[in-house]
């Protein structure tokens, strides 16, 4: 199985910070890389997919980039409901594997 | 717009059979992938299972032969079955909607259904 390695498994941040999240496959995924947030007792949402292409109605603020084994999603501006926990996840073989999470957190 | 919406039991016994049903409003089966994936509490995401109207399957090995993904496209629905639950097992179940079959092309997982939570304990 390819296994996906975020970091930091968390961080305290504040509003308007700019906040960077790197996932790492323990192989070539081309650009077979997805984002999710997830807040507490909420299913996830579809954030970013194909490593850079935005889901419909996401805000600008966020982006993805990366390809081969190394991502990085970036919000440039946080805002207060941008707090949540964000995965990773690949699409390049099965089985389907996620990152641990990153926990952004108020300073 | 697509909406998903999942029911089944959530407090079972060891040894017992997990059963979850996905029902699929506002779209139809056809053409896309239909996944289930699970998260104990606290921690992160796991890929269980896909299916499509055909029906086509996908599981992870991880589970071995106890999972069953099953479709009912005169309901819209599709379930899920996961036999001899243990305490690993305890998770917070999702279903959610793929383009197209693992590892076969860019897919993502949207729309989710709002989870249900199986706790396993005697």
């Known amino acids: 199985d390819i296994q996906m390695t975020q970091s930091p498994p968390s961080l305290s941040v504040s509003v308007r910070d700019r906040v960077t999240i790197t996932c790492r496959a323990s192989q070539s995924i081309r650009s077979y890389l997805n984002w999710y947030q997830q807040k507490p007792g909420k299913a996830p949402t579809l954030l970013i997919y194909?490593?850079?292409r935005m889901q419909s109605g996401v805000p600008s603020r966020f982006s993805g980039s990366g390809s081969g084994t190394d991502f990085t999603l970036t919000i440039s501006s946080l805002q207060p409901e941008d707090f949540a926990t964000y995965y990773c996840?690949?699409?390049?073989?099965?089985?389907?594997?996620f990152g641990g999470g990153t926990r952004v957190e108020i300073k | 717009q697509v909406q998903l919406q999942q029911w089944g039991a959530g407090l079972l016994k060891p040894s017992e059979t997990l059963s979850l049903t996905c029902a699929v409003y506002g779209g139809s089966l056809t053409g896309y992938y239909w996944t289930w994936i699970r998260q104990p509490p606290g921690k992160g995401l796991e890929w269980i299972a896909e299916i499509n109207h055909v029906p086509s399957t996908n599981y992870n090995p991880s589970l071995g032969s106890r999972v069953t993904i099953s479709v009912d496209t005169s309901k819209n629905q599709f379930s899920l079955k996961l036999s001899s639950v243990t305490a690993a097992d305890t998770a917070v179940y999702f279903c959610?909607?793929?383009?197209?079959?693992?590892?076969?092309?860019?897919?993502?997982?949207?729309?989710w259904g709002q989870g249900t939570l199986v706790t396993v304990s005697s």
């Open positions: 996840q690949q699409s390049y073989i099965a089985p389907l594997t």
């Open positions: 959610a909607r793929g383009p197209v079959p693992a590892g076969r092309g860019i897919s993502w997982f949207d729309p």
């Open positions: 194909a490593a850079s």
